[in-house]
């Protein structure tokens, strides 16, 4: 089992919808999550940070972490077009003050939003 | 632009041939990342600096992987005898502060015939 299982998708809905992205995570080392976008042949874009259990909202996005059940979400309100791109959930262990910084990534989740 | 750079952005080179990319991290960004991607993977740690020191080597980063930051500033990762499995995008990434805030640059994406 990998550390952090994501859907690869593809994830296809309607321009306007509320898409729903989740990554489930097997080690509890994690404390720090986070969301990224990647569109294709470029490098990953950061969205969304979060560390405690609960939801963080910027504008359109929405990330919800239950770290009791592994689980985090990337909610998408208002979906557009130019949302299409690959969504990758991103975890890491408190920073230890110079051991492994590295961030452990799912294997992202290609949405498509339909015009 | 002030993002992270990484140059070339394609190399294809044929197997058992030296390779070398650069990345230049946002200025005054003191912690610079090495990741690997495939497709249709997310990215794989490689390696960490902080400031010129490299703090942490991933097991996927074999001897025949070696990288530096000479002056605490730009990077270069080099790949010696390439073969086919290491055809992927190679992604840098730089941080201040949170070192959980980890910005991207483009990539280089390798191709080893």
């Known amino acids: 089992q990998k550390e952090v299982e994501q859907d690869p998708g593809p994830l296809s809905v309607p321009e306007g919808a509320i898409v729903s992205l989740n990554c489930t995570y097997s080690?509890?080392?994690?404390?720090?999550f986070m969301w990224y976008r990647q569109y294709s042949r470029k490098g990953p874009e950061l969205l969304m940070y979060?560390?405690?259990?609960g939801n963080k909202e910027d504008g359109r996005f929405t990330a919800q972490v239950d770290k009791s059940s592994k689980y985090i979400s990337l909610f998408i309100r208002d979906s557009q077009p130019s949302d299409s791109a690959t969504y990758l959930c991103?975890?890491?262990?408190?920073?230890?003050?110079?051991?492994?910084?590295?961030?452990?990534f799912g294997k992202g989740t290609h949405l498509i939003i339909q015009p | 632009d002030t993002g992270v750079s990484q140059n070339p952005r394609h190399k294809i080179t044929k197997r058992g041939q030296n390779v070398t990319f650069r990345c230049d991290p946002i200025?005054?960004?003191?912690?610079l990342y090495w990741y690997r991607q495939t497709l249709g993977q997310g990215p794989e740690f490689l390696t960490y600096?902080?400031?010129?020191?490299?703090?942490?080597k991933s097991r996927l980063l074999s001897d025949r992987f070696s990288a530096e930051r000479p002056k605490g500033s730009f990077s270069t990762l080099e790949i010696q005898r390439t073969e086919q499995g290491d055809s992927a995008m190679y992604l840098c990434?730089?941080?201040?502060?949170?070192?959980?805030?980890?910005?991207f640059g483009p990539g280089t994406r390798l191709t080893v015939l």
């Open positions: 990434a730089s941080s201040f502060g949170n070192p959980n805030e980890q910005f």
């Open positions: 080690n509890s080392a994690f404390q720090y």
């Open positions: 979060t560390y405690s259990s």
């Open positions: 991103a975890m890491s262990p408190p920073y230890s003050g110079g051991g492994a910084d590295g961030l452990t």
């Open positions: 200025s005054e960004h003191n912690r």
């Open positions: 600096f902080q400031n010129e020191a490299q703090l942490e």
